[in-house]
């Protein structure tokens, strides 16, 4: 089994290389965002918990998001790996993933980071935001207050994944075939 954590700023290009990566190599993909929105459309428990702290403008804790995580690959038990998009954010999720994947006969075998300067990703975001209607992309200073938190809470990542010789970055900018290229070069080479 193969498991790939893929993170990267906002505008990086993780779902669009998840679409490539997915398909390449047979992985169920699991984006974070796609699991809470399951979780709240559908009312699950989870989803109510989360919705609570959301109500009140509060990040929804690691907890909850962990266990939304752990439901979602539970129902894929036959899968030839996973594609972790969005997750894990924190250190505090990432010691939840390694400590999960072990009881289902897995490990984290890579993560790999999408790299781009922030001045090109900005331009990105807002280029997308003219036609993605997502207004967190419209606003330059949303953008950048993003940017802050992964540097505060996902950027010491790095470091956790590098202590277990799992990190590998990749250069985020190019056509989408070239940094597709890149990307698989460093996972047949895993």
Do not use: W
């Not at 929105?37 to 959301?54: C, I, P, Q, S």
């Not at 594609?83 to 993560?111: C, H, K, W």
């Amino acid at each position: 089994m193969i498991n790939i954590v893929l993170f990267g700023k906002p505008g990086a290009g993780k779902g669009t290389q998840a679409e490539f990566l997915k398909e390449k190599y047979n992985l169920t993909h699991l984006s974070t965002g796609d699991i809470f929105r399951f979780n709240l459309k559908n009312d699950t428990e989870l989803g109510k918990k989360a919705r609570v702290f959301m109500d009140n403008g509060e990040l929804v804790p690691c907890e909850v998001t962990t266990a939304m995580l752990i439901d979602e690959v539970k129902k894929h038990p036959d899968t030839a790996g996973f594609l972790f998009d969005g997750y894990p954010r924190t250190i505090n999720q990432a010691e939840a993933l390694d400590e999960f994947l072990p009881t289902i006969g897995s490990s984290v075998t890579a993560t790999i980071a999408l790299e781009a300067d922030d001045e090109i990703l900005v331009k990105r975001l807002l280029e997308r935001g003219k036609t993605s209607g997502r207004a967190d992309d419209q606003d330059e200073e949303k953008i950048r207050v993003r940017y802050q938190e992964y540097n505060e809470k996902t950027a010491p990542l790095i470091g956790y994944y590098k202590e277990q010789n799992k990190f590998h970055a990749v250069d985020g900018i190019g056509t989408v075939e070239q940094i597709t290229e890149r990307l698989t070069s460093v996972i047949d080479n895993l």
